[in-house]
T-cell receptor, first 111, second 112 residues
Framework: DGGITQSPKYLFRKEGQNVTLSCEQN?????MYWYRQDPGQGLRLIYY???????QKGDIAEGYSVSREKKESFPLTVTSAQKNPTAFYLC??????????FGPGTRLTVL | SQKIEQNSEALNIQEGKTATLTCNYT??????LQWYRQDPGRGPVFLLL?????KEKRKERLKVTFDTTLKQSLFHITASQPADSATYLC???????????FGTGTKLQVIP
């Protein structure tokens, strides 16, 4: 059963903490993406990766970091430098950029 | 940078009617334009893709048009049903591995 998974579904963070959001896909897709979605706003691209061991900053990369050590995995770390991290985070993958397959999302709340 | 405009106000429509959603863009013409459906608290789901050299694309009750002169795409749902109620996002990309830009989405409510 192919797909893309994200964990955890809900995540709570204290101010000053780093947290890592997991994203795994078994679709054999080369490209993976991280988006942030805030109420009333569209998806904003944080980072994307076209191939293993390579990634590029999106529109709002400050305060975030990623790695792409395996084709299947693209974890996102929200660092303490991100001033307003409370949001809904979506991971996606695609063969090229034709259609993106999204995960179920992680809702991050800063306490 | 590319700017995408979707009607931010919710669209309410009676069951059985045709819903029409609009996506306008500025600047460059994309190679592809995509439409996604998003339900509350879930990730978007891909619906249709239309290329710049295509005028129209259909899939079951869905139809998408693409007018590069007007810089506009229209998304139609015919014989709408309450189950079609969701937020619909349009997304533009240049093709290749360049990043895709998403609109803010239009919330559709189909009233029984």
């Amino acid at each position: 059963d192919g797909g893309i998974t994200q964990s955890p579904k809900y995540l709570f963070r204290k101010e000053g903490q780093n947290v890592t959001l997991s994203c795994e896909q078994n679709l054999n897709h080369d490209a993976m993406y991280w988006y942030r979605q805030d109420p009333g706003q569209g998806l904003r691209l944080i980072y994307y990766s076209q191939i293993v061991n390579d990634f590029q900053k999106g529109d709002i990369a400050e305060g975030y970091s990623v790695s792409r050590e395996k084709k299947e995995s693209f974890p996102l770390t929200v660092t303490s430098a991100q001033k307003n991290p409370t949001a809904f985070y979506l991971c996606a993958s695609s063969i090229r950029t034709d259609e993106q397959y999204f995960g179920p999302g992680t809702r991050l709340t800063v306490l | 940078s590319q700017k995408i405009e979707q009607n931010s106000e919710a669209l309410n429509i009676q069951e059985g009617k045709t819903a029409t959603l609009t996506c306008n863009y500025t600047n460059y013409s994309p190679a592809y334009l995509q439409w996604y459906r998003q339900d509350p608290g879930r990730g978007p789901v891909f619906l249709l893709l239309i290329r710049e050299n295509e005028k129209e694309k259909r899939k079951e009750r869905l139809k998408v048009t693409f007018d590069t002169t007007l810089k506009q795409s229209l998304f139609h749902i015919t014989a709408s049903q309450p189950a079609d109620s969701a937020t619909y996002l349009c997304a533009l990309d240049r093709g290749g591995y360049q990043k895709v830009t998403f609109g803010t989405g239009t919330k559709l409510q189909v009233i029984p």
